[in-house]
């Protein structure tokens, strides 16, 4: 059964970072890519940025580029979403989602962790 | 960025058939197909029909999804209480870049 975990979410003040993290279970980590996407509690769903199976192709929304990293560790089964200079507008509940292939521009998130819920404020 | 369009709300009796909406663009839906997703107050999404319209394992066969153009759409046929949920369309767009989503559609089953 496919599992995945996040952590690392807390409060932060503006400006501030932090490190997501998911670990992955049940399913060849290395073979699938692998989606950050986030929720406002109470609002829709955001794309936030996806990694292709061996980290050779990574995406961002536009919005985010320059201050949010996803890296990988297909050893540690681990994705991983760098968040710098937060904003209030970024608290949400940050979900990690597995493609169906290996290829983040699929775009088909077949299975979500419970999310790790993220607050930016002073 | 701009994303997918969805009704607000959507009502339904109990035992009825919903069919719900999403409106896309050359971009994404009439280029890749639309998936759709499941969420229930409190908990993650949940996916019920991959770009292809092909159900995951485990999902009734009370849902299924097509596509007419750049609107796709998902009929869940003998409503039941536990479809009362919220429900999303996804897509890769290719102009954009990125996966969007449509703003959810909020099912009540009466």
């Known amino acids: 059964e496919v599992q995945l975990v996040e952590s690392g979410g807390g409060l932060v003040q503006p400006g501030g970072s932090l490190r997501l993290s998911c670990a992955a279970f049940?399913?060849?980590?290395?073979?699938?890519?692998m989606h950050w996407v986030r929720q406002v509690p109470g609002k829709g769903l955001e794309w936030v940025s996806g990694?292709?199976?061996?980290?050779?192709?990574?995406g961002y929304a536009d919005s985010l580029k320059g201050r949010f990293t996803i890296s990988r560790d297909n050893a540690k089964n681990s994705l991983f979403l760098q968040m710098n200079s937060l904003r209030p507008e970024d608290t949400a509940l940050y979900y990690c989602?597995?493609?169906?292939?290996?290829?983040?521009?699929?775009?088909?998130?077949?299975?979500w962790g419970q999310g790790t819920l993220v607050t930016v404020s002073s | 960025q701009a994303g997918l369009t969805q009704p607000p709300s959507m009502s339904k009796g109990l035992r009825q058939t919903a069919t719900l909406t999403c409106t896309g663009n050359?971009?994404?839906?009439?280029?890749?197909?639309a998936a759709w997703l499941q969420q229930h107050q409190g908990h993650p999404p949940k996916l019920l029909s991959y770009?292809?319209?092909d159900r995951p394992s485990g999902i009734s066969e009370r849902f299924s999804a097509s596509r007419s153009g750049n609107t796709a759409s998902l009929t869940i046929t003998g409503l039941q209480p536990e479809d009362e949920a919220d429900y999303y369309c996804?897509?890769?767009?290719?102009?954009?870049?990125?996966?969007?989503f449509g703003g959810g559609t909020k099912l009540n089953v009466l």
């Open positions: 989602g597995k493609d169906n292939s290996g290829y983040y521009k699929n775009g088909d998130l077949d299975s």
């Open positions: 049940g399913f060849r980590f290395d073979d699938y890519a």
């Open positions: 990694i292709n199976w061996n980290s050779g192709s990574i």
């Open positions: 050359i971009n994404n839906i009439d280029n890749r197909g």
């Open positions: 770009r292809n319209n």
């Open positions: 996804s897509a890769w767009d290719n102009s954009l870049s990125a996966v969007v």
